[in-house]
């Protein structure tokens, strides 16, 4: 059951160029979203996250845009670096209400290749 | 900048045993977590605690694991009888107050069960 889903496995982009991770989710009771970042032996880092009350969020180079009724939402980096070569993970929660206590369901990872 | 940690960063043991998984969360956050990934599977929920107690759970979490907090600042996670599909990477989470939503994650204790 796939509540969350990241379609493309990897993605490589060169240095300077934008780089656009895609993330779809089929639970409407969803009400925040989150990206993290995630280098070999860490943990997930939190990266950007966006209230279903809005449809685009930025901070700095990483700008994530949702689009609520294709239940689809997307994270922008630009420029790219080689620094941002990773897997990155999209998270979607439900909130601290209705049973929940805000866990997160995590879509597979997308690892993020940037070439100088 | 406060930080989740967690001990050990790697733990191997046979199939059977026990083993607790230490985690010291942000300090002044109120909710945690714990997580797993099995290697090249995705981060999957296994539990949440708030106000002492459990307050959710996953199908994973079953009868063999358990939580605690046993002081101020550490959060534990027991497995009772380990399996060999036991054996990923064990997050722990936490989240500061009601109505937030981001989650601080520790570097994880790798768990290989033989």
């Known amino acids: 059951d796939q509540q969350v889903k990241q379609n493309s496995p990897s993605l490589s982009v060169q240095e300077g160029r934008i780089s656009i991770l895609n993330c779809d989710y089929t639970n409407s009771m969803f009400d925040y979203f989150l990206w993290y970042k995630k280098y070999p032996a860490e943990g997930p880092t939190f990266l950007i996250s966006?209230?279903?009350?809005?449809d685009k969020n930025e901070d700095g180079r990483f700008t994530v845009f949702l689009n609520k009724s294709a239940k689809h939402l997307s994270l922008h980096i630009v420029p790219s670096q080689p620094g941002d070569s990773a897997v990155y993970f999209c998270a979607a929660s439900r909130g601290d209400y209705g049973g929940s206590q805000g866990n997160l369901i995590f879509g597979k990872g997308t690892k993020l290749s940037v070439k100088p | 900048e406060p930080e989740v940690t967690q001990t050990p960063s790697h733990q191997v043991t046979q199939m059977g045993q026990e083993v607790i998984l230490r985690c010291v969360p942000i300090?002044?956050?109120?909710?945690f977590y714990w997580y797993r990934q099995i290697l090249g599977q995705k981060v999957e929920f296994l539990v949440s605690?708030?106000?002492?107690?459990?307050?959710?759970k996953s199908e994973i979490f079953d009868d063999q694991f358990s939580v605690e907090r046993p002081d101020g600042s550490n959060f534990t996670l027991k497995i009772r009888s380990t399996k060999l599909e036991d054996s990923a990477m064990y997050f722990c989470?936490?989240?500061?107050?009601?109505?937030?939503?981001?989650?601080?994650f520790g570097p994880g204790t790798r768990l290989t069960v033989t």
């Open positions: 605690f708030y106000n002492n107690e459990i307050s959710e």
């Open positions: 989470a936490s989240k500061g107050r009601t109505g937030t939503y981001e989650q601080y």
């Open positions: 966006i209230s279903s009350i809005k």
């Open positions: 300090s002044n956050h109120l909710y």
